[in-house]
């Protein structure tokens, strides 16, 4: 096994965006955490209240609110998500993944440690990350700062023997009791008999350090991924500029997106909720759906349709809050990639998929359609307009089809355009003409049909038609037929 631990040392301060600098966040009247202008003012954690307004009067501080902490830490565990199932949360600030399972896909230990660390980042956290064969010996190697990777277990005893005793998170008694053997790194501690060490810390004490050299078993209590994807990410500062939520919203898309991956799931709409800032008349969120033509957990496919819808969206006022809910995911398979590595965007339906999503939030659902076939002779009730979905699990030969499609066989020819009306033809000679003579290359064709809504109003009726295919002087492919009231032209072939 192998443990990435995310220690996350500026949690209390990083749920609190849009505090003014400097800052500082306080429990129980002295400091918790401030930020780097408090500190080089000299606002040290552990500082009363009142030094610490001596040092800095305009020190802006906050109360520390675990339950925003926990949410914050949930809301990392869910795109974690994106990188392995095997995760623990450890409240109040660190996150534990297990990714030995991971390396071979995401290109082995360096490159996955790195974009987990810079993923981190983007989501608005500063960690301090460690790797470690055990989860205990992660968390103390990324509580002390040490963020080289630790992949041996015969390594651990030198590892956290380099480690100061002060940056470990043992209880103050244990601290003091641990300094008056003379101890002041981990090194030391390991030196000392196992016994002893029992009789005067407890034995509780000497089984966490078995745990963490991988002498002990060390089972952790997995994270419970939810039925149901509802976030909420408080902006740094209200905005009334759409295209500014964008940003935030990736924030969030990621979350969503890891939540899906450790589930196999993916989604075929979410919705976004701008909740506005309480001083304005506007109390109700806005709205923001977002539909996909397949079922996806991609973040740049959601991300950009997202944009899209932005670039369209008034605001009624400030938005200081983003909630995203998905509350419908679907059963997502893996997908065999091809031989010659064909995957992403640019592969096969995905790209189709992508085109038609983006199509849709530019120009909105109402304007892109697909034509389904319908059970009808007459060609222009042959067809009708349905919403586009996509043939999963095809690749370069993926089709665009309709939800409720008729598949029919039609072995005389068609044209890919119809005319709106059938256009009327001079007869010349017994010969139909358009720009000259036509020269008839197949038919006739009889369509003969439609008595029963010959009553209906608007409804085309009984029809008795003899369709040929014609080439004209221009080399034009044509559609034409003879009724009794003479020729029509009624399509034209591509």
């Not at 350090?209 to 209590?221: H, N």
């Not at 990410?233 to 890891?258: H, K, Q, W």
């Not at 400030?318 to 992403?344: C, K, N, Q």
Request: hydrophobic fraction near 45%.
């Amino acid at each position: 096994m192998l443990w990435l631990a995310l220690y996350l040392p500026r949690l209390p301060l990083e749920v609190f965006p849009s505090l003014p600098s400097p800052k500082a966040i306080v429990s129980r009247e002295r400091v918790v955490v401030a930020d780097r202008a408090a500190s080089s003012a000299g606002v040290m954690p552990g500082l009363r209240l009142s030094e610490a307004w001596a040092f800095l009067p305009t020190l802006a501080v906050q109360q520390r609110d675990c339950e925003r902490e926990q949410l914050a830490l949930t809301r990392l565990a869910y795109w974690a998500g994106g990188f392995t199932s095997e995760i623990c949360c450890l409240p109040p600030q660190t996150l534990l993944l297990e990714v030995a399972a991971s390396l071979r896909l995401f290109g082995g230990v360096t490159a996955l440690f790195e974009r987990i660390v810079s993923g981190c980042a983007e989501q608005g956290f500063a960690p301090q990350a460690a790797l470690a064969p055990t989860p205990r010996a992660a968390q103390w190697l990324a509580l002390a700062g040490d963020n080289e990777p630790c992949l041996d277990s015969a390594e651990l005893p030198l590892r956290l023997g380099r480690l100061p005793l002060a940056a470990l998170d043992f209880s103050p008694q244990k601290q003091a009791r641990l300094g008056s053997f003379g101890a002041r790194l981990l090194a030391d501690v390991l030196c000392l008999p196992r016994a002893g060490l029992a009789r005067r810390l407890g034995p509780a004490f000497v089984a966490d350090l078995a745990r963490a050299l991988g002498d002990f078993p060390d089972p952790r209590a997995r994270f419970v991924f939810p039925e149901r994807f509802v976030e909420r990410l408080e902006l740094p500062m209200r905005t009334d500029n759409a295209i500014a939520l964008g940003f935030a919203g990736r924030r969030l898309v990621a979350s969503l997106c890891g939540w899906l991956a450790a589930r196999a799931e993916g989604v075929s709409e979410c919705r976004f909720e701008f909740v506005h800032e309480r001083s304005t008349k506007q109390r109700s969120a806005t709205v923001l759906a977002l539909a996909f033509s397949t079922a996806t957990r991609d973040p740049e496919r959601i991300s950009r349709v997202l944009i899209e819808r932005l670039q369209r969206l008034e605001l009624p006022a400030a938005v200081d809050a983003i909630r995203l809910r998905a509350e419908a995911p679907e059963a997502l398979p893996g997908r065999t990639r091809s031989l010659f590595g064909e995957h992403g965007e640019g592969a096969g339906g995905d790209s189709v998929a992508a085109l038609v999503e983006r199509l849709q939030a530019r120009l909105g659902s109402g304007s892109v359609h697909v034509l389904a076939v319908v059970a009808e002779h007459r060609p222009e009730n042959a067809s009708r307009r349905v919403a586009p979905a996509l043939l999963a699990g095809e690749k370069i030969a993926t089709k665009l089809f309709a939800d409720s499609r008729v598949l029919l066989e039609e072995p005389a020819p068609r044209p890919l355009w119809l005319l709106a009306r059938p256009q009327a033809l001079r007869e010349t000679v017994g010969r139909p003409q358009c720009g000259g003579s036509l020269r008839l290359l197949a038919g006739p064709e009889r369509i003969e049909s439609g008595w029963w809504d010959a009553a209906e109003p608007d409804a085309l009726g009984d029809v008795r038609r003899d369709y040929f295919v014609a080439i004209s002087i221009r080399q034009e492919w044509l559609w034409i037929f003879r009724c009794r009231a003479g020729w029509f032209l009624h399509g034209v072939f591509a």
